[in-house]
C-alpha cells in the first residue's frame, strides 16, 4: 500500500471541476482545418495503416502532445470539443478520430473479433448474459476501467434522453477509503478473479486474479469491473467471495457515486473524451433511444496504448497480454485479425 495519502492533480474531487473548463479543450478554427486538410490527405486509404506522421496537424499536434502528457500525469482526462459532426459522413468523422488519435498512442483491439475502432451502442443484447459486454445495452455500466491505458469516445449520435458520461479518480476513492477503513482498503490490494466474458487468449484461464488497487513504481494502478468480478463465480475454480471483498466492494461503489467526488458530462455530437484507465473510473447512465435508426445513440471508441505510459505490475500480464510500455493492452483471443468497421 502507498504510505501515505496519494497527492497531486490526479487525486480530485468532482465539486472542484464541475463549474470550471479547464479539462475542457476548445479547437480553434486553425485546428479543425488542420483536422480537415489531413482527413482529406489519407482520404481512401485503409486506416490501420495510417499513422501518426500520415496525420499531419502542425498546430494541433503539439496541443495532443500536451494532452497526452495530461492524461497520463495530470487529472486523467480532457474532453476535447469542437468537431462539426453535420460536416461529416461517418466515414470521414471516423478518420479524423483515428487520426487525431494516433497522436496519442496505437490503437489496440476491443474484442475477440479484433475491432480496433469500436461501436458503442445498444445493439439488443440481454443486461444478464454472461457473455455480453454493457456497452451493447442501454442499461447504466457503473463505473469501471477498461482494459488499456487510455481509452477515447467520440460522440455521433446522443440518445433521446440519458446516457451521461462520468468519471471519478480512483485515486481519490482510494484516500477516501484510506481515511475511513483502511483495513477494507488493504482488501483491494489483493487479487480479485475477474471474468473475461468469454474473450479468452490462448493459454489462458476464462478469468484472471488482478488486485483492484496496485501499488507500483510510486504509483496507484486501479483495475475494476465489479460485474465482472461477480460473474467470475460461475467457474467451478475461482471461490466465493469473502465477506471482506464484498464489504471492500461496497464502499468504493459507495464512494464512486459520492457527487463530492465524481463529474458529470454530456456529450455532444463531436466530442471527444480521453480517460486514462489507470487513474480513472468511468460510467455512463441508462438511456432512452430514438426510433429512427439513423438517430441512434452511437458513440465511436478507440483503445490506445501510448509511447511513455507508465510502468504496469507483472501481474496485468494476464490481462493487458504484456507490460511493455508502447506494446500492451487491448483483447487479442486466437485467429483474430484486426480490423476497423465502420458499419
Known sequence: MPPGPIPGPSAWRGADLKHGAEWIHVLSDVERAELHAAMERVRGRELLAVERA?????????????VRRELLHGRGFVLIRGI???????????????????????ARSQNAAGHVLGHVRDVGRREDDPNARIYQT??????????????????????RRGGLSSLVSSVTVYNEMRARRPDLAAVMFEPFHTDRRGEVPAGMKPWFAIPVFNWYDGRLTTMYVRRYIESARRFDDVAPLTDAQRAAMDLFDDLTEDQDLNLFMDFEPGDIQLVHNHQILHDRTDFDDWPEPERKRHLLRLWLCPPDGRPLPPAFAARYGSVTVGDRGGIVVPDARLTVPLD
Open 138 to 159: 442501454n442499461r447504466r455500466q457503473y463505473y469501471h476501467t477498461d482494459s488499456v491505458d487510455i481509452v477515447g469516445l467520440l460522440c455521433v449520435n446522443k440518445a
Open 84 to 106: 462539426d459532426r453535420a460536416r461529416y459522413d461517418l466515414r470521414e468523422l471516423a478518420t479524423i478520430y483515428w487520426g487525431l488519435g494516433m497522436h496519442i498512442g496505437k
Open 54 to 66: 500520415d496525420f499531419v496537424l502542425p498546430t494541433l499536434g503539439p496541443t495532443l502532445d500536451a
